[in-house]
């Protein structure tokens, strides 16, 4: 699956789950932290949402407090 597919879907959940703030196609993206691989949702305010990305492409939201500490929360009450 392509990181635009990828980036739709997890936006489409962000914004099912009461999220405001508009993601920034260009601040989000795919990492790897500790061999998982997570995509990132952000904006110019900070990260907006973590999900883990499966070998089959499912995401999967991450509570705030399991998110590595790299990706701290910056906007914390934009859901």
Same mark, same amino acid.
């Given at each position: 699956?392509?990181?635009?597919?990828?980036?739709?879907?997890?936006?489409?959940?962000?914004?099912?789950?009461?999220?405001?703030? %508009?993601?920034?196609?260009?601040?989000?993206?795919?990492?790897?932290?500790?061999?998982? %691989?997570?995509?990132?949702?952000? +904006?110019?305010?900070?990260?907006?949402?973590?999900?883990?990305?499966?070998?089959?492409? +499912?995401?999967?939201?991450? &509570?705030?407090?399991?998110?590595?500490?790299?990706? &701290?929360?910056? +906007?914390?009450?934009?859901?």
């Amino acid at each position: 699956m392509t990181k635009a597919t990828l980036l739709d879907r997890a936006t489409r959940a962000w914004f099912r789950a009461g999220g405001t703030d %508009q993601p920034s196609t260009a601040l989000s993206g795919l990492h790897t932290v500790a061999g998982k %691989q997570l995509l990132v949702l952000a +904006n110019i305010k900070g990260t907006l949402d973590v999900f883990t990305v499966s070998q089959r492409s +499912n995401l999967r939201r991450l &509570s705030h407090e399991q998110w590595p500490a790299t990706f &701290s929360i910056t +906007n914390p009450g934009s859901i």
